[in-house]
C-alpha cells in the first residue's frame, strides 16, 4: 500500500507517491482556479509515474493555503455571531476591536456579551444563564446568521460553559455552524476570540472545498481516508478539517519543513524553504518546526494558535539583480512565475537570480550560452551577496551556538552555497517537491495547555494528567498508541499568583494509524 | 494642559514598553482601550507638573497582579472608576489629577483610560521614570508618602480599601492576597498627594519623554532610517553596543524572571562582549569584567532594526538587538533612592552605582 502527498499551492500542485520511505513519483502541474481539476491531474499523473492503482492507495494528504488565501483576500466569509462569555468581566474592548475595517465589515457587526467566562482556577466569574443564550440564539436566528463563534474567559482551563452555551444555541439556531475558542487556541482572550471568529466565517468554505477535494479524489477512482495536514505537521481527517479551516493556516512551512526533515533524516536543523520571490526561514527541532513565542498575523488579525516561526526575506530564484558601479543588488523585486519567460537563460532580458546561478556553473537551467558574457568577477559579487544574505538568515534562526546544518529545499534551491560559513549545507534529492513529501507524511498529535493550580495536587500529578489527556486526544484523532512521544512538556509557575496557579503544556505525537 | 491624541497613544505604548527596560508588562491592551476612549469623545488632558495647583489632590493608578491573566480576563471597564470614587469618599474630597506610579510597560496607560472615565486630566510624570517588579519601589514610597488608604477594585464591583498598613511592605502584602482572591488582576488606586509633593517627588515630563520616544521609533521606521541614534540623541542616551545573543539563562525566582545575557558585538562593534543581568528588568551591563551601567539607570534592549522594545520573555539566541543605556532620573540616584532601587536593592553586592551621565560628560 502508498500514501500519497499534495500540495496546492497558490501557483503549482505538486503530488508525490510513497511507498514506507520510498518515494516513488513526484509530479508538478499548475494550480486550478477550482483546486479539484489541478488537484485531479497530479492525482492521475503521479499514478501513471509511479505505475501504481487506486486501490493500492491508503491514504491521502493534502496541504492547501486555500483558507489563508480567503482571509487575506477576504473572500468566502460568512456573515458570523460572536458570543463572548465574560460578564462582568472583558466588556472593556468589544471582539474584533483591533481588526482591520474591511475585514471586520464582511463578518459584520454581531457581537453579544453574555456570563459563563471563568477564573484562572475554573471557577465561574458569574453564574451561567441559560436563559440569557437562549435570548441570544434567538436574536441570531432572527438576523439570519448560521456561523457562531463562542468565546468564554479562561475556556482552555474549563470549557463547561462553552460547551454549554453552544449546545443551547445549537437548539435555537438549527442548522447552524459554531466554533467553541477552547477547541482553537490559548490563553489570550482577544487572540483566541478573533481566530475563532476567522474559524467560524470559513466553516462554509471549509464544507464547499472538502467536498469538492473528497469528490475530485473519488472521481480518480481512489477510495482511501483523506486527510488535511494542519499547521503543527500532523494531520486531521476531513470532518475535522470541515470544523477547523484555522488550523491550515500555517501548513505550507511546516510541510516544507517537514518534508526537509524527512528528506535528509536531520531532526535538529535550519530549513530555507527557496522559492521564486522569497526564502522562508525556520528551525526544526526533533523533526518538527520551532513554533512561534508569541502572537501571529493572519491577514491583518492577531491569532495566538501555534504557528511555526518562520520568518521570510525577499530573495528567491526569480529575484532581480540590478548594479550600480559594479556593486549587485538583488530582490526583493522578482520575475515570480514568470521565471521562464523572462529570465535571460530563457531568452528573456531580466537579470535573475537563477541566472547569476547558471552563470555561476552551480545550476543547469535553459540555455548556459544566454548568459556567458556576464563579467566573472560581477557574478563572483552577486554570488557573494547571496550567500551572506542566506548565512545572515540561517544565524538569524539559530537558538543555540551548537553548529546545526542547513537544508535547502523548493525549486530556487540552486541559489544555495556548498557551504554558509561554518554551518554545512545540504541539498537532499527531490528538493522541489518538499511540501508535498512534508503532507504525505504526517503524524497525529494531541495537546494540552492548561493552568492547574498546584494547592490540591502536585506537580507530578498536573503534569502526569495533562499527558494523559493529551494521549487520549491524540488516540482519538487517529495515532497509533505505541507510537505515542511527548514532543512538548512545559510547566511555567505564574508570577504574582498565589495558590501555586502553574501553567502546563503538553503535546503528544504518534505515527498515523493507517 | 493639552490633550492627548490618538498618535500620542500609539507612540507612547512603544515608548512606555522602551521604559520598561525589559518588564512592566504588555501595554497593547491599555493602548487599545485609550484609543477606544479617545474614539468616544473621552479627552485627556496631559497636566505638566509646573501646571498642577499645590494643593491639587493626585492619586496614582494601576493593575496589579499577572500579566497573563490580564491578557485573558479583560477588565470590566470601570474598575478604575469605582476605585478613584472609593478614595473619594473615604478622604472627603475629589481627586484632581491621576498619575503613573510607573511609566515603563502596560501602567503607562492605565491612569489614561480612568481619567478619560473621570473627566480628569493625568499628571506628565510618574513614580519610576522606568519599570521596577515592586510596589514601593516609586519615588512617591521613597521620599516618605504612604500608600495607604489605598483601595482595590474587580470586574464584579467588589471594592477592598486599605485603611492603614505599617509599612510599604505591608501594603504589598496585603494588596498582593487580596487581588489573588479576586481572580489574579485588580486596578488599585493608591493614597492621594498633594500637588506639591508631586511636584518634588515625581519623576517629571515622563508621558511627553515616552511619546516623544514613540515617535522617534515610528518615525524611523516610516522612514526605513536607522532609529538607534535618534533614540539616544532624544533621550542623551549611550549606544553601548549592537549585539546578538549569544547565551541565555533564565529561570524564575521568588516569583520573578531571573538571568543573565552574553551578548556578542556585531556590525560596528564585532570582537565586543558583554553581559546582561536581569530581575524582570535589565539590572546591570558588564563590558571587559566592568560593570558600566547599573540599576536605576536604564538598560534598553532593542531590536536592532526596528527599534522596538524586547522585553525579557521573548529574549532568544541568536537575536540581533542594539543596547542602550539612559541616564535616570536624579531622583532615583540619592542615597534615599539607591537604598530601595540602587544595586543592592537587587542583591548584587559587589556593584557600585556609577552614574552614567557624569561619567560620559
Given at each position: 500500500?502508498?500514501?500519497?502527498?499534495?500540495?496546492?499551492g497558490g501557483t503549482n500542485t505538486d503530488a508525490v507517491v510513497m511507498k514506507g520511505r520510498d518515494i516513488l513519483a513526484a509530479v508538478k502541474v499548475p494550480t486550478s482556479a477550482d483546486v479539484t481539476s489541478g488537484l485531479m491531474q497530479a492525482l492521475v499523473e503521479v499514478q501513471v509515474q509511479a505505475a501504481?492503482?487506486?486501490?493500492?492507495?491508503?491514504?491521502?494528504?493534502?496541504?492547501?493555503?486555500?483558507?489563508?488565501?480567503?482571509?487575506?483576500?477576504?473572500?468566502?466569509?460568512?456573515?458570523?455571531?460572536?458570543?463572548?462569555?465574560?460578564?462582568?468581566?472583558?466588556?472593556?474592548?468589544?471582539?474584533?476591536?483591533?481588526?482591520?475595517?474591511?475585514?471586520?465589515?464582511?463578518?459584520?457587526?454581531?457581537?453579544?456579551?453574555?456570563?459563563?467566562?471563568?477564573?484562572?482556577?475554573?471557577?465561574?466569574?458569574?453564574?451561567?444563564?441559560?436563559?440569557?443564550?437562549?435570548?441570544?440564539?434567538?436574536?441570531?436566528?432572527?438576523?439570519?446568521?448560521?456561523?457562531?463563534?463562542?468565546?468564554?474567559?479562561?475556556?482552555?482551563?474549563?470549557?463547561?460553559?462553552?460547551?454549554?452555551?453552544?449546545?443551547?444555541?445549537?437548539?435555537?439556531?438549527?442548522?447552524?455552524?459554531?466554533?467553541?475558542?477552547?477547541?482553537?487556541?490559548?490563553?489570550?482572550?482577544?487572540?483566541?476570540?478573533?481566530?475563532?471568529?476567522?474559524?467560524?466565517?470559513?466553516?462554509?468554505?471549509?464544507?464547499?472545498?472538502?467536498?469538492?477535494?473528497?469528490?475530485?479524489?473519488?472521481?480518480?477512482?481512489?477510495?482511501?481516508?483523506?486527510?488535511?495536514?494542519?499547521?503543527?505537521?500532523?494531520?486531521?481527517?476531513?470532518?475535522?478539517?470541515?470544523?477547523?479551516?484555522?488550523?491550515?493556516?500555517?501548513?505550507?512551512?511546516?510541510?516544507?519543513?517537514?518534508?526537509?526533515?524527512?528528506?535528509?533524516?536531520?531532526?535538529?536543523?535550519?530549513?530555507?524553504?527557496?522559492?521564486?520571490?522569497?526564502?522562508?526561514?525556520?528551525?526544526?527541532?526533533?523533526?518538527?518546526?520551532?513554533?512561534?513565542?508569541?502572537?501571529?498575523?493572519?491577514?491583518?488579525?492577531?491569532?495566538?494558535?501555534?504557528?511555526?516561526?518562520?520568518?521570510?526575506?525577499?530573495?528567491?530564484?526569480?529575484?532581480?539583480?540590478?548594479?550600480?558601479?559594479g556593486t549587485p543588488a538583488i530582490g526583493p523585486e522578482s520575475v515570480g512565475f514568470e521565471l521562464t519567460r523572462r529570465a535571460r537563460v530563457f531568452g528573456g532580458d531580466v537579470l535573475t537570480a537563477t541566472d547569476i546561478a547558471v552563470a555561476a556553473g552551480r545550476a543547469d537551467i535553459g540555455d548556459a550560452?544566454?548568459?556567458?558574457?556576464?563579467?566573472?568577477?560581477?557574478?563572483?559579487?552577486?554570488?557573494?551577496?547571496?550567500?551572506?544574505?542566506?548565512?545572515?538568515?540561517?544565524?538569524?534562526?539559530?537558538?543555540?551556538?551548537?553548529?546545526?546544518?542547513?537544508?535547502?529545499?523548493?525549486?530556487?534551491?540552486?541559489?544555495?552555497?556548498?557551504?554558509?560559513?561554518?554551518?554545512?549545507?545540504?541539498?537532499?534529492?527531490?528538493?522541489?517537491?518538499?511540501?508535498?513529501?512534508?503532507?504525505?507524511?504526517?503524524?497525529?498529535?494531541?495537546?494540552?495547555?492548561?493552568?492547574?493550580?498546584?494547592?490540591?495536587?502536585?506537580?507530578?500529578?498536573?503534569?502526569?494528567?495533562?499527558?494523559?489527556?493529551?494521549?487520549?486526544?491524540?488516540?482519538?484523532?487517529?495515532?497509533?498508541?505505541?507510537?505515542?512521544?511527548?514532543?512538548?512538556?512545559?510547566?511555567?509557575?505564574?508570577?504574582?499568583?498565589?495558590?501555586?496557579?502553574?501553567?502546563?503544556?503538553?503535546?503528544?505525537?504518534?505515527?498515523?494509524?493507517? | 494642559?493639552?490633550?492627548?491624541?490618538?498618535?500620542?497613544?500609539?507612540?507612547?505604548?512603544?515608548?512606555?514598553?522602551?521604559?520598561?527596560?525589559?518588564?512592566?508588562?504588555?501595554?497593547?491592551?491599555?493602548?487599545?482601550?485609550?484609543?477606544?476612549?479617545?474614539?468616544?469623545?473621552?479627552?485627556?488632558?496631559?497636566?505638566?507638573?509646573?501646571?498642577?495647583?499645590?494643593?491639587?489632590?493626585?492619586?496614582?493608578?494601576?493593575?496589579?497582579?499577572?500579566?497573563?491573566?490580564?491578557?485573558?480576563?479583560?477588565?470590566?471597564?470601570?474598575?478604575?472608576?469605582?476605585?478613584?470614587?472609593?478614595?473619594?469618599?473615604?478622604?472627603?474630597?475629589?481627586?484632581?489629577?491621576?498619575?503613573?506610579?510607573?511609566?515603563?510597560?502596560?501602567?503607562?496607560?492605565?491612569?489614561?483610560?480612568?481619567?478619560?472615565?473621570?473627566?480628569?486630566?493625568?499628571?506628565?510624570?510618574?513614580?519610576?521614570?522606568?519599570?521596577?517588579?515592586?510596589?514601593?519601589?516609586?519615588?512617591?514610597?521613597?521620599?516618605?508618602?504612604?500608600?495607604?488608604?489605598?483601595?482595590?477594585?474587580?470586574?464584579?464591583?467588589?471594592?477592598?480599601?486599605?485603611?492603614?498598613?505599617?509599612?510599604?511592605?505591608?501594603?504589598?502584602?496585603?494588596?498582593?492576597?487580596?487581588?489573588?482572591?479576586?481572580?489574579?488582576?485588580?486596578?488599585?488606586?493608591?493614597?492621594?498627594?498633594?500637588?506639591?509633593?508631586?511636584?518634588?517627588?515625581?519623576?517629571?515630563?515622563?508621558?511627553t519623554q515616552a511619546i516623544r520616544l514613540g515617535e522617534v521609533v515610528l518615525r524611523a521606521n516610516a522612514t526605513h532610517t536607522d532609529p538607534i541614534p535618534l533614540i539616544c540623541a532624544a533621550e542623551q542616551g549611550v549606544h553601548l553596543m549592537d549585539a546578538k545573543i549569544v547565551e541565555l539563562k533564565r529561570?524564575?525566582?521568588?516569583?520573578?524572571?531571573?538571568?543573565?545575557?552574553?551578548?556578542?558585538?556585531?556590525?560596528?562593534?564585532?570582537?565586543?562582549?558583554?553581559?546582561?543581568?536581569?530581575?524582570?528588568?535589565?539590572?546591570?551591563?558588564?563590558?571587559?569584567?566592568?560593570?558600566?551601567?547599573?540599576?536605576?539607570?536604564?538598560?534598553?534592549?532593542?531590536?536592532?532594526?526596528?527599534?522596538?522594545?524586547?522585553?525579557?520573555?521573548?529574549?532568544?539566541?541568536?537575536?540581533?538587538?542594539?543596547?542602550?543605556?539612559?541616564?535616570?532620573?536624579?531622583?532615583?540616584?540619592?542615597?534615599?533612592?539607591?537604598?530601595?532601587?540602587?544595586?543592592?536593592?537587587?542583591?548584587?553586592?559587589?556593584?557600585?552605582?556609577?552614574?552614567?551621565?557624569?561619567?560620559?560628560?
Amino acid at each position: 500500500m502508498v500514501r500519497i502527498g499534495v500540495d496546492v499551492g497558490g501557483t503549482n500542485t505538486d503530488a508525490v507517491v510513497m511507498k514506507g520511505r520510498d518515494i516513488l513519483a513526484a509530479v508538478k502541474v499548475p494550480t486550478s482556479a477550482d483546486v479539484t481539476s489541478g488537484l485531479m491531474q497530479a492525482l492521475v499523473e503521479v499514478q501513471v509515474q509511479a505505475a501504481i492503482a487506486a486501490s493500492e492507495v491508503a491514504l491521502i494528504v493534502i496541504g492547501t493555503t486555500h483558507f489563508t488565501n480567503a482571509v487575506i483576500e477576504r473572500k468566502h466569509l460568512a456573515p458570523t455571531a460572536v458570543v463572548r462569555l465574560c460578564l462582568p468581566a472583558a466588556q472593556c474592548l468589544v471582539p474584533m476591536v483591533d481588526w482591520p475595517d474591511d475585514l471586520r465589515r464582511a463578518i459584520g457587526d454581531h457581537v453579544f456579551l453574555a456570563s459563563g467566562g471563568v477564573e484562572f482556577d475554573g471557577t465561574p466569574i458569574a453564574p451561567f444563564d441559560p436563559e440569557e443564550i437562549r435570548r441570544i440564539g434567538a436574536e441570531i436566528r432572527k438576523r439570519g446568521l448560521t456561523a457562531i463563534a463562542v468565546a468564554g474567559v479562561f475556556a482552555p482551563v474549563n470549557d463547561r460553559f462553552e460547551r454549554e452555551a453552544a449546545a443551547l444555541l445549537a437548539a435555537e439556531c438549527p442548522g447552524s455552524r459554531i466554533t467553541l475558542s477552547s477547541a482553537i487556541g490559548q490563553i489570550g482572550l482577544l487572540e483566541r476570540e478573533s481566530a475563532t471568529i476567522l474559524n467560524s466565517a470559513l466553516l462554509d468554505l471549509a464544507h464547499r472545498t472538502v467536498a469538492s477535494l473528497r469528490a475530485g479524489v473519488a472521481q480518480c477512482g481512489i477510495r482511501c481516508p483523506v486527510f488535511l495536514s494542519q499547521n503543527d505537521g500532523t494531520l486531521m481527517d476531513t470532518q475535522q478539517a470541515e470544523r477547523f479551516p484555522v488550523l491550515t493556516f500555517a501548513s505550507g512551512p511546516t510541510n516544507s519543513m517537514r518534508g526537509a526533515a524527512f528528506l535528509t533524516g536531520r531532526y535538529e536543523a535550519i530549513v530555507i524553504d527557496i522559492g521564486g520571490t522569497t526564502c522562508d526561514v525556520g528551525l526544526l527541532h526533533k523533526g518538527f518546526p520551532r513554533q512561534a513565542a508569541a502572537t501571529v498575523d493572519v491577514g491583518g488579525v492577531r491569532t495566538n494558535f501555534r504557528m511555526p516561526d518562520v520568518f521570510s526575506i525577499g530573495l528567491g530564484g526569480g529575484s532581480i539583480v540590478t548594479e550600480s558601479a559594479g556593486t549587485p543588488a538583488i530582490g526583493p523585486e522578482s520575475v515570480g512565475f514568470e521565471l521562464t519567460r523572462r529570465a535571460r537563460v530563457f531568452g528573456g532580458d531580466v537579470l535573475t537570480a537563477t541566472d547569476i546561478a547558471v552563470a555561476a556553473g552551480r545550476a543547469d537551467i535553459g540555455d548556459a550560452a544566454l548568459v556567458r558574457g556576464l563579467d566573472p568577477g560581477f557574478v563572483a559579487r552577486c554570488e557573494a551577496l547571496i550567500a551572506k544574505r542566506l548565512a545572515a538568515a540561517a544565524d538569524r534562526s539559530r537558538i543555540s551556538p551548537e553548529p546545526i546544518p542547513v537544508v535547502a529545499v523548493g525549486g530556487g534551491s540552486i541559489l544555495m552555497p556548498e557551504r554558509l560559513g561554518e554551518l554545512e549545507v545540504i541539498r537532499p534529492g527531490h528538493y522541489a517537491v518538499a511540501n508535498a513529501i512534508g503532507a504525505a507524511i504526517a503524524q497525529t498529535s494531541g495537546e494540552v495547555d492548561r493552568i492547574y493550580s498546584l494547592e490540591t495536587s502536585s506537580r507530578e500529578t498536573a503534569l502526569a494528567e495533562a499527558e494523559r489527556e493529551a494521549r487520549s486526544k491524540a488516540i482519538a484523532a487517529g495515532a497509533l498508541a505505541g507510537t505515542l512521544m511527548v514532543t512538548e512538556r512545559e510547566d511555567v509557575p505564574l508570577a504574582y499568583l498565589k495558590g501555586n496557579a502553574t501553567r502546563v503544556r503538553v503535546k503528544v505525537i504518534g505515527d498515523t494509524g493507517f | 494642559m493639552r490633550y492627548l491624541t490618538e498618535t500620542d497613544i500609539e507612540a507612547l505604548a512603544i515608548g512606555a514598553a522602551i521604559l520598561g527596560t525589559g518588564g512592566g508588562g504588555n501595554p497593547y491592551i491599555g493602548k487599545l482601550r485609550c484609543l477606544q476612549e479617545l474614539r468616544r469623545g473621552n479627552p485627556v488632558g496631559l497636566l505638566a507638573l509646573d501646571e498642577l495647583a499645590d494643593d491639587a489632590f493626585v492619586m496614582p493608578i494601576g493593575g496589579i497582579g499577572a500579566p497573563i491573566v490580564g491578557i485573558e480576563k479583560l477588565e470590566e471597564g470601570d474598575e478604575g472608576l469605582r476605585a478613584l470614587r472609593a478614595l473619594e469618599a473615604y478622604c472627603g474630597r475629589k481627586i484632581d489629577a491621576l498619575i503613573s506610579a510607573e511609566i515603563g510597560g502596560g501602567n503607562a496607560l492605565e491612569p489614561i483610560i480612568t481619567a478619560a472615565a473621570a473627566g480628569i486630566p493625568v499628571v506628565d510624570g510618574d513614580g519610576m521614570g522606568r519599570a521596577f517588579p515592586e510596589m514601593q519601589m516609586t519615588t512617591f514610597s521613597i521620599y516618605g508618602h504612604r500608600s495607604t488608604p489605598a483601595a482595590l477594585a474587580d470586574e464584579r464591583g467588589n471594592v477592598v480599601l486599605f485603611q492603614h498598613a505599617v509599612s510599604e511592605g505591608w501594603f504589598e502584602r496585603l494588596a498582593r492576597s487580596a487581588v489573588v482572591t479576586m481572580g489574579g488582576t485588580a486596578i488599585g488606586a493608591e493614597a492621594p498627594m498633594a500637588g506639591s509633593y508631586v511636584k518634588r517627588a515625581a519623576v517629571p515630563n515622563t508621558v511627553t519623554q515616552a511619546i516623544r520616544l514613540g515617535e522617534v521609533v515610528l518615525r524611523a521606521n516610516a522612514t526605513h532610517t536607522d532609529p538607534i541614534p535618534l533614540i539616544c540623541a532624544a533621550e542623551q542616551g549611550v549606544h553601548l553596543m549592537d549585539a546578538k545573543i549569544v547565551e541565555l539563562k533564565r529561570h524564575l525566582q521568588g516569583g520573578f524572571a531571573v538571568g543573565e545575557i552574553a551578548l556578542e558585538g556585531i556590525d560596528g562593534h564585532a570582537g565586543g562582549r558583554a553581559l546582561v543581568q536581569f530581575q524582570n528588568e535589565f539590572l546591570t551591563f558588564e563590558r571587559d569584567g566592568r560593570v558600566e551601567v547599573s540599576v536605576p539607570d536604564l538598560i534598553v534592549i532593542l531590536d536592532v532594526d526596528s527599534g522596538r522594545a524586547i522585553t525579557t520573555e521573548v529574549l532568544r539566541y541568536g537575536q540581533r538587538v542594539a543596547v542602550l543605556a539612559l541616564p535616570c532620573h536624579p531622583l532615583l540616584r540619592t542615597a534615599e533612592a539607591l537604598a530601595v532601587v540602587g544595586p543592592q536593592a537587587f542583591g548584587l553586592d559587589g556593584v557600585t552605582f556609577r552614574p552614567l551621565a557624569r561619567r560620559q560628560a
